[in-house]
Antibody, heavy 121, light 107 residues
Framework: EVQLLESGGGLVQPGGSLRLSCAAS????????MSWVRQAPGKGLEWVSG????????YYADSVKGRFTISRDNSKNTLYLQMNTLRAEDTAVYYC??????????????WGQGTLVTVSS | DIQMTQSPSSLSASVGDRVTITCRAS??????LAWYQQKPGKVPKVLIY???TLQSGVPSRFSGSGSGTDFTLTISRLQPEDVATYYC?????????FGGGTKVEIK
């Protein structure tokens, strides 16, 4: 059974940093691309960043480019999102999502339960 | 950047009704489109990918069609458990954009 478990969310001040983690199980992690998708309170879904199965290819939404870094440790079956220079508009539930193949350009067949990031002073 | 526009933003229909949701891309995306259902307080779930392929386990009352710039999600006979917000998502290029969502309620 595919399981994705996010952690690392919390309250952070504007300009601060946070690192999210997503522990994956139930599938061969290195064979699949992964993404982060966020949802601000009461709003729609926004794709944030994606990474190929090997980790060699990454993509970012314009809204986070230069501030967020996606990475993965295939030996630990874990996906990360390093978030720097956080803004109030980054406040959202952050979901870890699995892609059905190795390449980033795809839809999402499994989602984690999400972790809430709140940026506020 | 390619924009994804859904319509309507919300709708109310009776149980058993046929419901159609539209998603329009600002440029052609071939058939690189997925549809998701997000029930209140729940995680999104993929219904359709490649514009018209039903994900395993999804009821057959859901169907998708379209190619290029215009796509539709159809619920053939609306059920109470279909109350949710539905999103389209393109995946033909690096920005994996979602539509704004369509909230479906029971009349």
């Amino acid at each position: 059974e595919v399981q994705l478990l996010e952690s690392g969310g919390g309250l952070v001040q504007p300009g601060g940093s946070l690192r999210l983690s997503c522990a994956a199980s139930g599938f061969m992690f290195s064979n699949y691309a992964m993404s982060w998708v966020r949802q601000a309170p009461g709003k729609g879904l926004e794709w944030v960043s994606g990474i190929s199965g090997s980790g060699g290819t990454t993509y970012y939404a314009d809204s986070v480019k230069g501030r967020f870094t996606i990475s993965r440790d295939n030996s630990k079956n874990t996906l990360y999102l390093q978030m720097n220079t956080l803004r109030a508009e980054d406040t959202a539930v952050y979901y870890c999502a699995k892609v059905p193949w190795e390449l980033v350009l795809a839809f999402f067949d499994y989602w984690g339960q999400g972790t809430l990031v709140t940026v506020s002073s | 950047d390619i924009q994804m526009t859904q319509s309507p933003s919300s709708l109310s229909a009776s149980v058993g009704d046929r419901v159609t949701i539209t998603c329009r891309a600002s440029q052609g995306i071939s058939n690189y489109l997925a549809w998701y259902q997000q029930k209140p307080g729940k995680v999104p779930k993929v219904l359709i990918y490649a514009a018209s392929t039903l994900q395993s386990g999804v009821p057959s009352r859901f169907s998708g069609s379209g190619s290029g710039t215009d796509f539709t999600l159809t619920i053939s006979r609306l059920q109470p458990e279909d109350v949710a917000t539905y999103y389209c998502q393109k995946y033909n290029s690096a920005l994996l954009t979602f539509g704004g969502g369509t909230k479906v309620e029971i009349k």
